[in-house]
């Protein structure tokens, strides 16, 4: 156990449809990422938050966006959904921004159908 | 682009056998991790070098970063099943976000 809580586990929609992803980080870590991962692009780094403020951004689209609360806990907003957005997505924290070690959440697995 | 490329994308083998995976990158990295990540779950970090040349022991695990620091392998001593899974490298420089291989899938036979 990470220590890094995401909900849902799964989630099956429809094309067209919006969806919320949140994350809960390890007690004591400030900075949350986002990625996604799916067969064929492996890994991708979406965003990156630290003390609620935008850190990162990598290779997230426009009908994305992500946010970190007062609480540090994240949510990932992802709308208009496409079939080819089906993947895992998953939440890590670390202390601090940079290389500190990451903690993987158990992820959150989207079907859109 | 994929700035990390890692081989062999599958490997199978049998129980007790050794086995290299690899890691490569025409960029110089500060660090390199190396994950597992096992079905369902997410990806745990097993080791972080920093230094070109590094040699890093973690049980059966030996984990070696190149002189240059753009390339580093995983060699497994003994596979045992309990090894499966995929196995991730992700390099980073200062404060940017880490830049993950597509990974090697391992699957060790009893």
């Known amino acids: 156990d990470s220590g890094v809580t995401q909900t849902p586990k799964h989630l099956i929609t429809a094309t067209g449809q919006r969806v919320t992803l949140r994350c809960s980080p390890r007690?004591?870590?400030?900075?949350v990422y986002w990625y996604q991962q799916s067969l064929d692009q492996g890994l991708q780094f979406l965003i990156q938050?630290?003390?609620?403020?935008?850190?990162a951004k990598g290779n997230i689209l426009e009908r994305f966006s992500a946010q970190q609360f007062p609480d540090l806990h994240s949510e990932l907003n992802l709308s208009s959904l496409e079939l080819g957005d089906s993947a895992l997505y998953f939440c890590?924290?670390?202390?601090?921004?940079?290389?500190?070690?990451?903690?993987f959440g158990p992820g959150t697995r989207l079907t859109v159908t | 682009t994929q700035l990390l490329e890692q081989s062999p994308q599958f490997l199978s083998i049998q129980e007790g056998e050794n086995l290299t995976v690899y890691c490569n990158s025409s960029?110089?990295?500060?660090?390199l991790q190396w994950y597992r990540q096992e079905p369902g779950e997410g990806p745990v970090l097993l080791v972080t070098?920093?230094?070109?040349?590094e040699v890093k022991k973690l049980k059966r695990l030996t984990f070696q970063f190149g002189d240059a620091r753009k390339d580093s392998s995983l060699h497994i001593t003994a596979a045992q099943p309990g090894d499966t899974g995929l196995y991730l490298c992700?390099?980073?420089?200062?404060?940017?976000?880490?830049?993950f291989g597509k990974g090697t899938r391992l699957s060790v036979i009893a």
């Open positions: 890590a924290s670390s202390v601090e921004p940079g290389l500190a070690r990451q903690y």
């Open positions: 007690s004591g870590d400030l900075s």
């Open positions: 938050y630290y003390n609620g403020e935008e850190r």
């Open positions: 960029s110089v990295f500060s660090s």
């Open positions: 070098v920093v230094t070109g040349g």
């Open positions: 992700a390099g980073g420089w200062g404060n940017t976000p880490l830049v």
